[in-house]
């Protein structure tokens, strides 16, 4: 007879690619900031700079990317 085993949480594909947790006591989720695609040119070379490093998510936000990032 089959043991009886627990459904384990899926990760959203798409998050675990995008997002990066860090370590530590106060959990904090990394991401990319968004424009900086296609079309830099247009940009201000500072604010260009400013675009290349990655920021954390808000508090607000935290939840409902905590939901898709489960491990």
């Keep these: 007879?089959?043991?009886m085993t627990k459904i384990k949480m899926k990760t959203n594909s798409s998050?675990?690619?995008r997002f990066k947790k860090t370590?530590?006591?106060t959990l904090k989720i990394k991401r990319f900031k968004a424009f900086r695609r296609h079309l830099m040119t247009k940009g201000t070379p500072k604010s260009n700079r400013?675009?290349?490093h990655a920021t954390y998510f808000t508090a607000a936000d935290l939840p409902r990317?905590?939901?898709?990032?489960?491990?």
């Design 15 to 17: 998050a675990k690619k």
């Design 23 to 25: 370590g530590g006591k």
């Design 1 to 3: 007879m089959a043991k």
């Design 65 to 71: 990317i905590k939901l898709l990032l489960p491990n």
């Design 50 to 52: 400013q675009l290349r």
